[in-house]
Structures are given as C-alpha cells and as structure tokens.
Nanobody, 125 residues
Framework: VQLQASGGGLVQAGGSLRLSCAASGRAFVNNAMGWFRQAPGKERDVVAAITWNGDSTYYADSVKGRFTISRDNAKNTVYLQMNSLKPEDTAVYYC???????????????????WGQGTQVTVSS
C-alpha cells in the first residue's frame, strides 16, 4: 500500500483543515487506518484511527470533539477533519495503514505497516 497525505497548511487558531490520505496498491478496504502527528522534538503520537469498514474509531483525548476521522473505501481515501484548531495541534501529520482490518493497539506506531510522507499543519495564535 502506498499512502499520499495532503491538505495541510497554515491556519489561524479556531480554524479548520481537512487532511486526506489517498491509498494505492493492494486492497485498501482491508486495512485499518490511523493518523499520527509529530511535533519537533516530540514523539509520534496517534491522533485518530479507524477500522477497515469505519464501524469503530479511536481519538486521542487531546482531539476528541474537535477532529473526525472517516474513510471512503470506494475512493481509497481516509480523511481527518480538524476543527477548532489550536496552536498545540501544530505538527507534521502522517497517515498510516495496518496490514489487517483491525489494529491490536491503535496507539502504537509499531502496529502500522505502511506510512505516508506527512503533511505539515501549522496553527497560528
């Protein structure tokens, strides 16, 4: 699976962005997916995750109620809608895929088999 993330940019606090992650290669529909982010000098942390059919999602506490993960298997794309953005959301955002329909531990980067190149999100105060 090859992953291409897009949609990052510069936005003011309180604004919104929608990230997209387009997948190509083997059947995307069989992959659980996740979004991670990494700020300078910090570890790569999970933001949100979704099962292969979208029936179950996970959100980090820091983004609950503000971010929404979704997927369109017909378009081989997973999305991250980010609302009410805060300066602390500034990071490089990565999409990732698991080689299974479900992830055992969605919070662990080691769980994911494929990674996109990352897209920068910068939130100004």
């Amino acid at each position: 699976v090859q992953l291409q993330a897009s949609g990052g940019g510069l936005v003011q606090a309180g604004g919104s962005l929608r990230l997209s992650c387009a997948a190509s290669g083997r059947a995307f529909v069989n992959n659980a997916m996740g979004w991670f982010r990494q700020a300078p000098g910090k570890e790569r942390d999970v933001v949100a995750a979704i099962t292969w059919n979208g029936d179950s999602t996970y959100y980090a506490d820091s983004v609950k109620g503000r971010f929404t993960i979704s997927r369109d298997n017909a378009k081989n794309t997973v999305y991250l809608q980010m609302n009410s953005l805060k300066p602390e959301d500034t990071a490089v955002y990565y999409c990732a895929a698991v080689h299974r329909r479900f992830a055992s531990d969605v919070r662990s980067p080691n769980e994911y088999d494929y990674w996109g190149q990352g897209t920068q999100v910068t939130v100004s105060s």
